[in-house]
């Protein structure tokens, strides 16, 4: 190349053009720069997806609506909690919920899809519930694999849809995730659940998210 009858050999890895004559501070300074004026922006480290935590599954093991409310013999031979009843949870799980509220349709009715009352007879038609996600934290602390079922129960005929995630509460990888909807004759969804899990319950359409009852 040849710049005012001068010629050298190399490179030009960067150009700048001023409007003015620098000063030999500011020439200075660009020399000595280790980036240079031109450096790229540093390219984004990758947000990693979050793996589960050894030891900790859901597996969905099925969907079932024919049983509805007739849980006793079925499901919660080592524990349960229905919504506005009663819990007896297993010795192996710690349970906690959160962001939700109770409320009972009904505390006493004979219509078959709702829940056998724990300790007495009758029906109770009750709901956990909440118009934004709320989450039912289930920690298995004997690092065995067990049957975790939760009923869902669309009572009033709201038209409610919403999903139903299953996360590692440790890494908040998702392990298990399903939609449901039309059961306003009762469904429950059966997982086979080791470890430490959240199952977080969103509304996707109607008054809001429900579920009538715990079961392991």
Same mark, same amino acid.
């Given at each position: 190349?040849?710049?005012?009858?001068?010629g050298w050999t190399g490179g030009i890895d960067e150009l700048h053009i001023y409007s003015r004559a620098l000063s030999s501070g500011e020439i200075q300074s660009i020399y000595q720069s280790p980036a240079g004026l031109?450096?790229?922006?540093?390219?984004?480290?990758?947000?990693?997806?979050?793996?589960?935590?050894?030891?900790?599954s859901a597996v969905l093991v099925k969907t079932n609506a024919s049983t509805q409310g007739n849980w006793k013999g079925v499901y919660g031979l080592n524990g349960y909690s229905i919504a506005n009843d009663s819990t007896?949870?297993?010795?192996?799980?710690?349970?906690?919920?959160?962001?939700?509220?109770?409320?009972?349709?009904?505390?006493?009715?004979?219509?078959?899809?709702?829940?056998?009352? =724990?300790?007495?007879? /009758?029906?109770?038609?009750?709901? @956990?519930?909440? %118009?934004?996600?709320?989450? #039912?934290? +289930?920690?298995? $602390?004997?690092?065995?694999?067990?049957?975790?079922?939760?009923?869902?129960?669309?009572?009033?005929?709201?038209?409610?849809?919403?999903?139903?995630?299953?996360?590692?509460?440790?890494?908040?990888?998702?392990?298990?995730?399903?939609?449901? =909807?039309?059961?306003? /004759?009762?469904?429950?969804?059966? @997982?086979?659940? %080791?470890?430490?899990?959240? #199952?977080? +319950?969103?509304? $996707?359409?109607?008054?809001?998210?429900?579920?009538?009852?715990?079961?392991?």
């Amino acid at each position: 190349m040849q710049a005012g009858g001068f010629g050298w050999t190399g490179g030009i890895d960067e150009l700048h053009i001023y409007s003015r004559a620098l000063s030999s501070g500011e020439i200075q300074s660009i020399y000595q720069s280790p980036a240079g004026l031109c450096s790229a922006s540093p390219t984004p480290t990758p947000t990693p997806t979050p793996t589960p935590t050894p030891g900790t599954s859901a597996v969905l093991v099925k969907t079932n609506a024919s049983t509805q409310g007739n849980w006793k013999g079925v499901y919660g031979l080592n524990g349960y909690s229905i919504a506005n009843d009663s819990t007896n949870y297993p010795a192996y799980a710690v349970v906690s919920l959160i962001g939700t509220s109770s409320y009972s349709w009904a505390t006493s009715t004979a219509e078959i899809r709702a829940l056998q009352k =724990s300790a007495a007879t /009758g029906r109770i038609a009750s709901t @956990w519930f909440s %118009s934004t996600p709320f989450s #039912i934290d +289930v920690n298995l $602390t004997d690092r065995q694999a067990h049957q975790v079922a939760l009923y869902f129960l669309d009572w009033d005929y709201g038209g409610r849809s919403e999903t139903i995630n299953v996360v590692d509460a440790g890494t908040g990888a998702l392990l298990d995730s399903r939609s449901m =909807s039309t059961f306003s /004759g009762g469904t429950y969804l059966v @997982w086979t659940i %080791s470890g430490h899990v959240k #199952i977080i +319950v969103s509304k $996707t359409s109607g008054y809001n998210a429900v579920v009538s009852g715990l079961f392991f």
